[in-house]
């Protein structure tokens, strides 16, 4: 049979400009942040999350990485630690690890939450030993007590000092506990909120990259 309808060499003109595009992004090397909800981008659109942001950033600013939203709602850092293994099926160049707020929140036992961070970093590490590895800080809310909020706080500098990985010394950092920059339930980031909490891992995260292919300075 022969097909001489224009619109069919608009679409196989179509699918041949798109697959190698699409072929070329899976080839560009990944960053995966591994989360919870505020990684995942509650309650807001998902190119508004801040890892949406990151890779825009990224690309802006000459850097051919993609990013992967490893974000899941309600993630402890033992279901993380259960979960990480389905996304090492797939290469890693950069890995930036943002668990331990649900933790915080349920009251988790200090050791317990430090063990299984410990454990997802270990698992990335054995298996692509190269990538370089973030760890975001977190922070417990108040009514838990003073002793366990220091205690708490205290895990993520410790991990990083002792696994030599790069921290974000608090992810929320100027987001946490502004109204104006949360959704209503006081919790997760509006849009104004993730575009900080960018700013936040930008500089660990471009620390970590260096400089852009044809650059000399960072951005």
């Known amino acids: 049979m022969t097909i001489h309808h224009p619109l069919f060499f608009i679409i196989i003109n179509a699918v041949l400009v798109i697959v190698p595009n699409l072929r070329a992004d899976e080839a560009a090397p990944a960053i995966l942040f591994f989360g919870d909800s505020l990684t995942a981008g509650y309650g807001v659109d998902p190119d508004q999350a801040y890892p949406a942001l990151i890779e825009a950033r990224l690309h802006a600013a000459g ?33 930036v690890l943002a668990l331990g707020g649900n933790d ?95 700013d936040n891992v930008w500089p660990v995260l471009i620390g970590s990259l260096g400089n852009a292919p044809g650059t000399t300075e960072k951005p």
């Open 63 to 95: 850097y051919p990485h993609r990013v992967v939203n490893g974000g899941l709602s309600g993630e402890t850092t033992a279901a993380g630690l259960r979960r990480i293994d389905w996304f090492l099926r797939r290469p890693i160049d950069v890995f």
């Open 104 to 198: 915080g929140l349920r009251g988790i036992p200090i050791d317990e939450s430090r063990r299984n961070l410990e454990g997802i970093l270990r698992k990335v590490h054995e298996r692509y030993p190269k990538a370089r590895l973030i760890l975001a800080g977190m922070e417990s809310p108040p009514n838990m007590g003073a002793t366990f909020t220091a205690a708490f706080r205290e895990i993520f500098p410790e991990i990083a000092r002792e696994s030599g990985v790069a921290l974000i010394p608090f992810l929320l950092e100027g987001v946490g506990g502004e109204p104006e920059l949360n959704l209503p339930d006081g919790i997760h980031p509006n849009p104004d909120g993730h575009a900080i909490v960018a």
